[in-house]
C-alpha cells in the first residue's frame, strides 16, 4: 500500500536509496562492497593511531584480493539473490580519498571499468580531500553516477575527540563546501548512541547536516564490537547502548526534520556477528525497518514533515 509521500512507492515514509536508484536506472542497482586497501590518517600515524574507537581496524575478514577478483566474485552472488544486471560499486574500507589523484584515478578507472558497472560510491574522511582530489571526482561525476561519502558521526568536537576522528566540524564544513559547489552528491554519516551524547545532541547533529543539504544521509546505530577500545569502555560500564523502541522513536524525530528530498541512505546497520557484542537486537535488521515504519504509520508523519 502506497504511503502517500512524494518520494515513495510502497508503504515507506521517507525517501530510501532503493526508491531512488530504481527511479534514476529504471530497475534495481546493487551495491558491490570492495576493499581497496586504503588506510586513514587516524590510522597510520599522520594524525593519530588505533582509528576511531568503534572500528575494527583490519580484525575483521577484509579482502585482500584483487578488486577485480573481488567485484566477480560479489557480484556472482549478487545475481543469486536479486534479478538485476546494474551495480554500484562501493569503495568502503578506510579512507578511500586517502592518496594522491593519479593513484586515485588509476583505481577508480579500474572498478568503473568492471561489467555492467552503473556508478560508484566512495567512502572517506573529510580531511582526505583536497583541491585535486575534489577536481578528480567532479570530473568523474560528470561522466558516471557519483556519490562521495563523508564519515562525520556527530557535529560536536568534544565527541570527535572522544572518539579519536582527529579532525574538526569546521575540517568537515570546509570539505563538504569544496564538494557542494563542484554539484558532487554527498551522502553525510550520522552515528547515534556514541559514549557522552544525548539525545538532543543526536538531534542536533541531523539538523545540522540537514540545513547543509546533502544529497543523502547515513543514520548509524553505534556497534559495539569486540577487540575495540569502545569495547572496553562498554564493559567498563561508561555506556549505554540503545534499546530498540528508544531507537525507533529517535529515528523517527530525525527523519522528521530531514528534508524530504535528501535521501536516506540508511536507518540501522549491520554489526559484524562474529564481534557485536551489544546491541544484539540490531541483527534482525528487517525488524528494526519494520519498527520504524510503523512508529512513523502510527505518528501519521513523514520524512520533513516537522520542518
Not at 25 to 53: E, H, M, Q, W, Y
Not at 93 to 101: C, F, L
Not at 196 to 216: I, L, N, W, Y
Amino acid at each position: 500500500m502506497k504511503s502517500g509521500f512524494l518520494y515513495s512507492d510502497d508503504n515507506k515514509r521517507y525517501h530510501t536509496q532503493n526508491y531512488h536508484l530504481r527511479h534514476t536506472f529504471g530497475s534495481k542497482v546493487a551495491k558491490i562492497s570492495l576493499d581497496a586497501g586504503f588506510t586513514c590518517p587516524n590510522i597510520d600515524g599522520s594524525k593519530g593511531r588505533g582509528g576511531c574507537i568503534y572500528c575494527l581496524n583490519g580484525s575483521g575478514s577484509a579482502s585482500r584480493d584483487s578488486l577485480e577478483s573481488q567485484f566477480y566474485t560479489i557480484k556472482e552472488q549478487m545475481t543469486k539473490k536479486w534479478e538485476t544486471d546494474k551495480f554500484i560499486v562501493y569503495l568502503q574500507a578506510h579512507s578511500n580519498t586517502y592518496a594522491d589523484a593519479n593513484t586515485l584515478e588509476r583505481i577508480y578507472s579500474e572498478v568503473l571499468g568492471f561489467e555492467n558497472v552503473v556508478g560508484m560510491s566512495v567512502a572517506t574522511r573529510a580531511d582526505c580531500i583536497d583541491e585535486s582530489v575534489a577536481d578528480l571526482l567532479s570530473e568523474i561525476s560528470k561522466s558516471t553516477y557519483l556519490n562521495v561519502e563523508l564519515g562525520l558521526q556527530s557535529v560536536f568536537d568534544s565527541t570527535a575527540k572522544l572518539i579519536n576522528r582527529c579532525h574538526t566540524f569546521d575540517q568537515f564544513k570546509k570539505t563538504y563546501d569544496m564538494l557542494y559547489k563542484r554539484d558532487i552528491k554527498v551522502c553525510v554519516h550520522l552515528i547515534n548512541g556514541l559514549p557522552g551524547e544525548t539525545r538532543k545532541m543526536m538531534m542536533e547533529s541531523v539538523r545540522t547536516v540537514a540545513d547543509m543539504d546533502p544529497f543523502s544521509i547515513k543514520l548509524h546505530l553505534l556497534h559495539v564490537l569486540r577487540t575495540t577500545p569502545i569495547a572496553k569502555m562498554y564493559e567498563r560500564g561508561e555506556f549505554q547502548t540503545f534499546e530498540l523502541f528508544d531507537y525507533v522513536s529517535l529515528i523517527c524525530d530525525e527523519l522528521e526534520i530531514i528534508k524530504p528530498e535528501t535521501v536516506i541512505q540508511r536507518l540501522t546497520g549491520d554489526g559484524d556477528k562474529e564481534y557485536l557484542i551489544s546491541p544484539l537486537w540490531s541483527m534482525k535488521k528487517f525488524v528494526v525497518l519494520d519498527e520504524i515504519d510503523k512508529e512513523m504509520e502510527r505518528r501519521g508523519t513523514f520524512q520533513g514533515s516537522k520542518r
